[in-house]
């Protein structure tokens, strides 16, 4: 069977492709290993009956907003893609009975800071009125290759839009570590955790340079649109990709295994799956891969460039992972406040030295006496998750080695977490119905681009990102072995439910 594009892998930058390609009028394929389609955005019953956990990813707001959202989401809605919109969006309580929070309301949010601080009452507004007009120029950059002649037009907007010192506070922005970003614009040690603890969700500690654009952006658009969930899921996402692929003509092949990348005449040809079958592409080989295994397994001989080879099979993967999934009678009781219960995620990192702490234990192997903890409370947003009255938690352990002996020690390790827990939310264990853990390496044994269980597709750091995702010279999806592309959280824009690579890479084939 012959293809105009081979897919391989399920992830939504590949069904993003699949789809864009589909539409334009491409013979599309989708060849993934596992029995569902999905990568990273899967929702299974992994605790008791009844109860959906979100495995991996959970917010998809960056999918309701990206733009292959505007182009496609009628189109996806009318497949059943229904989003539950989170006004409550983060917050962080502490260890004193205070905690700060960022809600879907500026004043409020504003008000929230003043109790901490009037200077950062004042700075919370002046932050929030400024992204109105930075964020089209920010969302601009960030939906757009890397490099393109776009990025011409996009600074000259900005330049004449803002000025020349906006351009260059923003690139202090981009090299910014999140402690640098938020001693400058804040005093309260306490506003200053509840923002640094998004660094956290990619691999930005708090003094790791580059870090400062992510805890900012999380902030201002929370506030300005909210977080949006999958409803009933995060897969219904995925469900409704699939199925509106199929409508455009599209194939999706699951549990076919991919073993190899065929080659002929110095170009990518087709895929080989493990069970022998093979399947030629006449124009395209978009591999939803990340690039460690692409160049490290299914490109046999490699690509004929040697010392780009070398780069990809050296990109480095972020820091390991623990998810725990809790079925319980109910939500948190927070000592802080009920009020934490109507969030969507609740941190515990209550300071940006504790968080230095668990990152640099990790980086050194060790198990971090108090990890970071993002509880997500999915069933604060959409109810439908689990039976009437009931509830689920996504917990998330960030961040850990790869290389503990996890088969013997994960149980114990989610314990001491469930411990954190039970000193922010006291009784929550007697609530507790059932419990599932992955590992870091259980994370990658249910997706092997979870390279010990780093869930990022890839270190976010200045070395790898931007114009250095995957590689120096290759940051636009092309790859060394002419017809091969390479697509999903190991390219730029990086990780997150955005569909910013697929969707991108797809307009370049159809130019």
């Known amino acids: 069977m012959t293809y105009d594009a081979i897919i391989v892998g399920s992830g939504h930058n590949g069904l993003a492709s699949a789809i864009h390609l589909a539409k334009q009028g491409w013979k599309v394929s989708v060849f993934e290993r596992n029995k569902v389609a999905g990568g990273a955005v899967q929702t299974r019953e992994v605790t008791l009956p009844g109860f959906r956990h979100d495995l991996f990813a959970m917010n998809l707001g960056l999918f309701a907003g990206s733009p292959f959202m505007r182009m496609h989401g009628e189109a996806l809605m009318r497949h059943g893609l229904a989003f539950a919109a989170a006004s409550d969006c983060f917050a962080t309580p502490f260890a004193d009975g205070s905690w700060f929070g960022v809600s879907k309301d500026m004043e409020k949010n504003i008000s929230r800071a003043r109790s901490f601080s009037e200077e950062d009452a004042e700075s919370w507004r002046r932050m929030s009125e400024a992204f ?12 757009s290759p890397m490099p393109s002649r776009d990025l011409i037009s996009i600074g000259w907007k900005a330049w004449r839009a803002r000025g020349l010192p906006w351009i260059i506070d923003t690139l202090r922005l981009l090299v910014s570590s999140p402690r640098a970003f938020l001693d400058a614009n804040f005093e309260s040690d306490k ?7 998004w660094g956290m969700h990619l691999d930005f500690a708090p003094d790791i340079a580059g870090g400062a654009l992510f805890p900012y952006l999380e902030a201002m658009a ?40 065929d080659k002929a005449n110095g170009r990518a040809a087709g895929v080989t799956l493990t069970d022998g079958r093979s399947f030629a592409a006449k124009r395209a080989v978009i591999a939803n891969v990340v ?10 001989g490699g690509s004929g460039n040697a010392e780009a080879d070398r780069q990809m099979t050296s990109f480095r993967a972020g820091p390991g992972t623990m998810m725990i999934h809790v079925a319980a009678d109910g939500l948190p009781d927070w000592a802080a406040g009920a009020e934490l219960q109507r969030f969507a995620y609740v941190h515990l990192a209550p300071s940006l030295d504790m968080m230095s702490r668990a990152y640099h234990e990790a980086l050194a192997g060790l198990l971090p006496a108090e990890p970071v903890l993002v509880v997500g409370q999915p069933t604060a947003v959409d109810p439908s998750r689990a039976p009437e009255g009931k509830h689920i938690l996504w917990i998330q352990v960030r961040v850990l080695p790869a290389t503990a002996d996890w088969s013997q020690i994960k149980e114990t390790y989610a314990d001491r977490v469930m ?21 870091p ?7 092997p681009n979870l390279l010990g269980g780093d869930n990022l597709g890839g270190s976010h750091h200045l070395s790898q990102n931007f114009l250095f995702r995957p590689a120096p010279g290759w940051s636009r999806y092309k790859t060394p072995l002419d017809g091969l592309y390479l697509v999903g959280a190991s390219t ?17 084939l159809t130019r």
């Open 191 to 197: 506003i200053k955790a509840t923002l640094a603890a």
């Open 291 to 300: 690039p460690q295994i692409v160049f490290g397994k299914l490109l046999a």
């Open 492 to 508: 730029w824009p990086g990780a997150g439910v955005g569909a910013g690579s697929g969707f991108m890479l797809a307009k370049m």
């Open 419 to 439: 411990t954190i827990l039970e000193s922010y939310a006291p009784g929550f264990s007697k609530k507790i119905l059932g419990r599932a853990v992955f590992s």
């Open 132 to 143: 109105g007009q930075d964020a089209p120029h920010i969302f601009s950059l960030l939906g």
């Open 441 to 447: 390496l259980d994370l990658e044994k249910e997706n």
């Open 222 to 261: 929370d506030q300005s649109f909210g977080m949006a969930l999958g409803r009933d899921g995060a897969d219904v996402m995925i469900k409704s990709m699939t199925a509106y692929l199929k409508e455009l003509g599209g194939e999706i092949h699951l549990d076919a295994e991919v073993a190899r990348i």
